[in-house]
């Protein structure tokens, strides 16, 4: 009988495993900043109401927030191939899809996943705002596209950012996912790993570990960021 918990293969596959930390990063940051430009957009499409869109982005906010994460991802890894074979044969295009990597699929869906999430948060952070500043904005001149970036989203910014900084923790957390579409982030790389020697405990460790030290240096930076906004206002 081998050994019930190998620490020494723990150590040894810990940098095999680190390699999966620019995937993770970089899908949390690129689905959190144009999540973010979808929330804003989505936000506003429901706060004025904006004809047809404001139903589009009722039903699109319903689905994302209504289905797993998990089912998600799949469905942009498995409908996108689809969507491109129905155009090459509609068309008589020749588009091939097969030099794009998985993590650009991840891309798609946290963004998609984050930017339904984001226009809640963000659309009750701006309607926090009173609404006599836009009025009072307005009456000195400026337009409502103006005194929207000038005056209401900075505020509504400031009042977000313990939100957002969750968000972002959550979903960090949430790339995990992503190595059911081959993509060899940290939960990807721990699984290769605990394959090649069949020792899942000690790689799953290894990944809990990383993710754990990656949000606690997380939270003490967003932490400072916060207290400093604390300070200004």
């Not at 994302?64 to 942009?76: E, K, N």
């Not at 650009?104 to 952070?125: C, D």
Request: some cysteine; overall charge positive.
């Amino acid at each position: 009988m081998g050994k019930i918990f190998d620490f020494k293969y723990m150590i040894e596959i810990i940098p095999s495993i680190l390699k999966g930390i620019p995937y993770t990063m970089g899908i949390a940051v690129v689905s959190f900043v144009i999540g973010i430009g979808i929330g804003l957009a989505g936000a506003l499409f429901k706060i004025y109401k904006v004809p047809v869109m404001n139903k589009v982005t009722g039903i699109y906010v319903s689905f994302i927030r209504g289905t797993p994460l998990v089912v998600q991802i799949l469905l942009i890894y498995y409908a996108f191939p689809i969507l491109i074979k129905f155009i090459n044969y509609k068309f008589g295009t020749h588009i091939d899809i097969s030099w794009i990597p998985a993590v650009v699929f991840m891309f798609i869906a946290y963004s998609l996943n984050a930017g339904a999430y984001l226009t809640e948060s963000i659309r009750a952070a701006i309607q926090a705002i009173d609404k006599g500043q836009m009025e009072a904005a307005q009456s000195v001149g400026m337009t409502m596209s103006q005194a929207m970036i000038r005056i209401i989203l900075p505020q509504a910014a400031k009042i977000s950012l313990p939100v957002f900084a969750n968000f972002f923790i959550g979903l960090l957390k949430d790339t995990s996912l992503a190595f059911t579409a081959a993509v060899p982030e940290i939960m990807g790389q721990a699984k290769i790993q605990a394959g090649r020697a069949s020792r899942f405990f000690e790689a799953y460790i290894d990944a809990a570990l990383i993710y754990w030290i990656i949000c606690i240096i997380l939270e003490r930076i967003l932490a400072v960021i916060e207290k400093r906004n604390k300070e200004k206002s």
